[in-house]
């Protein structure tokens, strides 16, 4: 059985993300220390559709920074499909975040110059894919989350809920193990909010994506399967 691309077999190997005590400090030994991250153990099993919720500052978009390999935790360890960074010469990590994340933020961060269609295919080129296969399967990907027909728009010509979907596409074309969206429904009204949380519904059901989501937002956290609430840097 092929599962998001990958075999079953492989996908049970290991899980999407785990975090084993993991600590984010930032200025630390200044007066001004932060600990975004107080000792985190957390496993994401591949499939899972997972809400991140708590206050503003109790380390939701640290966390994804780090499962999403943007970031170092200050201790402890992350593995993401089972390889674990640090172990990765640092020129590679790169390449291995294009290949196992993908990134949906609050603001889309499409490229303004370039049409849907590239923005989702820019990624893949980076992966080695040639021009032309790039642009099918980018083509592909905005067929997938209701973009077909807008696939030559530039982001300018496009909704805020349209943009988003382009970068969820963006996100997912390189089939990753993890898709991370922090507060990606933010700046939508709730309508465009809506769809966007049905979308990611789709993509975990049907392809078996895993997805984790930071939100502040109730309704998001009401469609995941499971809800982890932060609080001060720990999970509740
Ligand atoms: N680069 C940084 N330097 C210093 N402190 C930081 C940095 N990034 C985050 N912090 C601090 O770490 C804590 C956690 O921040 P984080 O952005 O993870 O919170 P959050 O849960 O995502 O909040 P929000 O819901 O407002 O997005 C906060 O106290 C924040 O001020
Ligand atoms: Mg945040």
Redesign the pocket.
């Given at each position: 059985m092929v599962v998001n691309g990958r075999e079953a077999s492989e996908a049970h190997v290991a899980p999407a993300g785990e975090l084993r005590a993991v600590t984010?400090v930032?200025?630390a030994g200044s007066p001004?220390e932060?600990r975004?991250l107080d000792g985190v153990d957390l496993t994401i099993e591949r499939g899972e559709m997972v809400a991140l919720v708590?206050?503003?500052?109790?380390?939701?978009?640290?966390?994804l920074h780090i499962l999403g390999l943007l970031d170092r935790p200050t201790s402890g360890q992350v593995t993401v499909a089972g390889i674990d960074p640090l172990r990765v010469p640092r020129r590679a990590l790169p390449s291995l975040r294009n290949r196992c994340v993908g990134f949906v933020f609050q603001r889309h961060h499409l490229v303004p110059a370039l049409t849907a269609l590239e923005n989702v295919a820019v990624p893949l080129r980076y992966r080695g894919l040639s021009r032309s296969e790039a642009l099918d399967r980018a083509a592909r990907w905005l067929e997938r989350v209701g973009l077909g027909a807008r696939r030559h728009h530039f982001p300018g010509q496009l909704s805020g809920g349209e943009q988003q979907r382009v970068a969820v596409a963006r996100a997912l074309a390189g089939e990753p193990a993890l898709l991370l969206a922090?507060?990606p429904t933010g700046e939508l009204d709730s309508r465009s909010a809506a769809r966007l949380v049905e979308l990611l519904q789709e993509l975990n059901r049907e392809l078996g994506q895993t997805v984790v989501v930071?939100t502040?937002d109730p309704a998001v956290a009401a469609a995941c399967r499971r809800v982890v609430e932060?609080r001060d840097?720990r999970l509740m």
């Open positions: 984010k930032y200025g001004g932060v975004a708590g206050p503003s500052g109790c380390g939701k978009s640290t966390l922090d507060e930071a502040h932060m840097g």
